[in-house]
């Protein structure tokens, strides 16, 4: 079997969607030919390598509103003898849609997640045209949606797309990586001293990860938990995002000086990073799985999350709930889970040898 992968990033790009990707393709990649039409990433400049056995084939670099257009280009002879087409939101969907149209080939959109009306929170002066181009995409008539929790799929049918073509497979957690330990005391006083209480934020700076809004409790949680600090280990991608998080970090830390903010780590030190912190804090406006607090969680640690999304779905352990898009509600889950008032959820298993059998499913259930 030929499987076509389009999607907007791929290792060695560090994000949870890339970690999704690269798993089914390199899983596929054992007994079929599996190509992936992706982005270029800084420092890599082939236009074509092989990664594990998967063939992965870059773009040139334009706005990522454009890539469709791009991949579209550089996967049409490929797409001829592809036997299924998968493709993922949002850059890479309309180029997976077209190619399966033109080619007549069976299609598979991945939705990441569906943000709807929480782009209001992070685009309040285009939140109609964001809004009104994942409608576009999404309700495209794709042969098979994936959804990677209930409350995608939920969103999914609210844009009209049929039930029967929805399966809601959840993502694994490898959990080889993230499982309980005893924290690495020598790492910690490395990146926050003697600080009595730490809480951590890990991931992108922007859009829907709600970063700000943690920002902001900083001086709250501050006086309440003196000495306290919030680490942060951050990506720089987008750079904008990065930028306006960083112009808000030193605007707090001119205030309290209580954050300390590192660059993104190798992911198979992340566990030891994430251990460090006495409290995991997931600030997100919306979340379609979410990696941070599923990894998190599979590690034993208290985590703080917004209730919106799939965040219920997923996180499980020691858990404070709060209000999305509230920096005071965050400061107070903060503080109470820094007084153990919390609530404890039945353990959950997220595992990759559960996932990729069923997005084989799904696969042949289509090429046969």
């Known amino acids: 079997m030929n499987l076509l992968l389009l999607c907007d990033h791929y290792y060695p790009y560090i994000g949870g969607a890339e970690v999704v990707n690269r798993h089914i393709a390199e899983y596929f990649s054992n007994n079929h030919r599996v190509t992936v039409i992706t982005r270029p990433v800084q420092g890599i400049k082939e236009s074509s390598e ?29 797409a001829a003898h592809a036997d299924v087409i998968l493709c993922a939101t949002y850059a890479s969907a309309l180029a997976g849609y077209w190619l399966a149209r033109q080619f007549k080939k069976k299609s598979i959109v ?6 709807s009306e929480h782009w209001r929170y992070f685009k309040p002066f285009s939140y109609f045209l964001y809004r009104g181009y994942e409608h576009y995409i999404v309700t495209r008539r794709f042969d098979r949606y994936l959804a990677f929790s209930l409350y995608t799929k939920k969103k999914l049918m609210e844009y009209g797309v049929p039930e029967s073509s929805i399966n809601v497979i959840y993502h694994g957690v490898d959990g080889s990586l993230f499982y309980p330990r005893p924290p690495d005391e020598l790492l910690r006083k490395s990146l926050v001293g003697d600080a009595p209480f730490v809480y951590l934020y890990f991931g992108r700076p922007g859009g829907s990860k709600g970063l700000p809004y943690l920002l902001r409790a900083v001086p709250e ?3 309440a938990i003196p000495g306290s600090v919030l680490l942060l280990v951050l990506s ?3 750079k904008a995002e990065y930028r306006r998080a960083r112009h808000l970090i ?14 993104p780590v190798p992911l198979e030190r992340l566990p030891d990073y994430i251990n460090v912190a006495d409290t995991i804090v997931i600030p997100s406006l919306s979340e379609g799985f979410g990696f941070s607090a599923a990894e998190s969680c599979m590690m034993g640690k208290k985590v703080v999350v917004t209730d919106t999304g799939s965040l219920p779905e997923v996180v499980f352990g020691k858990v404070v709930k709060v209000k999305k898009a509230d920096s005071q509600a965050l400061a107070q889950g903060v503080i109470r889970m820094f007084h153990n008032d919390f609530e404890i959820i039945e353990p959950k298993l997220f595992s990759w040898e559960k996932a990729l059998p069923e997005y084989e499913s799904v696969i042949r259930s289509l090429v046969n």
């Open 250 to 263: 030193d605007a707090v830390n001119a205030a309290t000086g209580s954050i300390v903010v590192i660059d």
């Open 50 to 78: 092989k990664v594990n056995n998967v063939t992965v084939c870059r773009t040139v670099r334009v706005p990522r509103a454009l890539h469709s257009i791009v991949a579209y280009m550089k996967a049409r002879k490929l």
């Open 236 to 238: 720089r991608e987008t």
């Open 221 to 223: 949680i501050s006086q």
């Open 110 to 115: 991945m939705v990441h997640e569906i943000l």
